[in-house]
């Protein structure tokens, strides 16, 4: 004789509710924009094409002498002779250009006054 296998719907399953995540449509960001262009959209990879470091490494080791220091004069470096110092500089800038980017937000802290301080800022008004 054949058994049948039992089988569950999904719907008769039980979901955790840590599984489940709620969308709200807001653009969540950790870091708070430097400049007019982050402000505009600007996600900072049209200058390198990246924004992992290990990616740029990687990108930079592939690359011929030539190609190399035509990516640092499209970057903006001074293309020199010597291969190890020019993708020293190259690494050096991407750093400066990915924390541009990524500056942290400040937590705005609740200062406490005193009343007699209250009263003397409020002279000014």
């Given at each position: 004789?054949?058994t ?12 955790s ?17 430097t ?5 505009w ?26 190609d ?25 800038e ?32």
């Open positions: 004789m054949e049948k296998k039992k089988t569950t719907s999904r719907a008769k399953r039980k979901r509710t840590k599984s489940l995540s709620q969308t709200h449509g807001k653009e969540e960001r950790k870091t708070r924009p400049t007019l262009d982050q402000i959209g600007d996600t900072g990879l049209s200058k390198y094409g990246t924004m992992d470091e290990a990616d740029y490494a990687e990108k930079i080791s592939s690359m011929s002498k030539s190399l220091q035509a990516h640092a004069s499209t970057v903006g470096i001074i293309p020199i002779d010597n291969r190890e110092m020019l993708s020293q500089r190259l690494m050096r991407f750093k400066k250009h990915i924390a541009s980017y990524n500056t942290p937000v400040e937590k705005k802290k609740g200062i406490t006054l005193s009343k007699s301080a209250k009263a003397v800022l409020a002279e000014g008004r």
